[in-house]
């Protein structure tokens, strides 16, 4: 298939009317609700645009840690991850290419639960970097943008 056109994986579809924030968030068959916090103006409706990110982000670096432990037979018995988002100034960050401006940080923090060895640990916080979510936002994103007609 050619690169502009939508494969066949189930793809997101977002509406909102043009007086707030709010939006419903349609993916395959599942329905969310995508809203901003009341300080920023939202109505409080649903989780912000950076919320589903971190969500995305934590779900598949939990998913990808517990794939992994249980194609070793490690006794993982549970992953919780958490996330903040923030953005920081630039020069604050040492180990950054960009050198001004403000960047985005995501603090992520995973807890291993069951007995599990210091070096199964060791690589299941390594593999949580090999998420595919994890390998998307840190690399170079294109993302293409065009109006459709009719509506």
């Known amino acids: 298939m050619g690169d502009d056109k939508i494969n066949n994986l189930p793809h997101a579809i977002v509406r909102g009317g043009a007086t707030g924030f709010a939006q419903k968030i349609q993916i395959g068959s599942h329905h969310l609700t ?14 912000s645009p950076y919320d589903l990110l971190l969500a ?8 990808t840690i517990s794939l992994y432990a249980r ?3 490690w006794p993982l018995e549970e992953v919780t991850v958490s996330l ?4 920081i100034y630039a020069v604050d960050c040492a180990d950054c290419e960009t050198r001004e401006g403000k960047i985005d940080r995501i ?12 070096e199964q640990r060791s690589k299941l916080m390594e593999i949580a970097d090999k998420c595919p979510v994890h390998r998307t936002l840190t690399s ?5 943008t065009k109006e459709k007609a009719g509506g």
Not at 84 to 87: A, F, L, N, P, R
């Open 107 to 118: 603090e992520r923090e995973i807890q291993l639960s069951g007995l599990l060895t210091s």
């Open 56 to 63: 995305a982000l934590g779900g598949f670096t939990s998913m």
């Open 34 to 47: 995508g809203d901003e916090p009341v300080s920023f103006g939202g109505t409080d409706t649903g989780p």
């Open 140 to 144: 170079e994103i294109s993302i293409r």
């Open 84 to 87: 903040s988002h923030s953005k």
């Open 71 to 73: 194609q070793k037979r």
